[in-house]
């Protein structure tokens, strides 16, 4: 099984979301992740989704700038628009924590 754990920052504050056809809520966000190659910063952006009601129920919690640590299974998809290429990367989270990176923020302790 692929399981993926990545860490970054709310890129927005966190949305509840519902699928139409069944009804069934799901957690919504985006986290950056900056990392630093020969010198030079690089952010990727991840999709995260959760369906774990606990999640759900703290996502009033979950504002832009929040870091956090997200364990979760991998799932990417391309899409094409004005003949544009996009791949999009999220992980279907089987764990979300709270982390302090890069110095010490109170509102990143909860």
Do not use: H, W
Not at 40 to 63: G, H, M, P, Q, W
Not at 80 to 107: F, P, V, W
């Amino acid at each position: 099984m692929d399981i993926r754990t990545i860490d970054g920052r709310l890129v927005k504050d966190a949305e509840v979301k519902t699928i139409a056809s069944t009804g069934k809520k799901f957690l919504a966000f985006s986290v950056a992740n900056n990392d630093f190659v020969k010198g030079e910063k690089i952010t990727t952006y991840f999709s995260i989704v959760s369906y774990n009601e606990f999640d759900i129920n703290r996502a009033d919690k979950l504002k832009k700038g929040t870091a956090l640590i997200i364990t979760g299974k991998p799932n990417e998809e391309i899409t094409t628009k004005d003949n544009n290429c996009y791949l999009t990367r999220r992980i279907i989270a089987d764990r979300i924590e709270y982390a302090i990176i890069g110095g010490n923020n109170s509102e990143n302790s909860q």
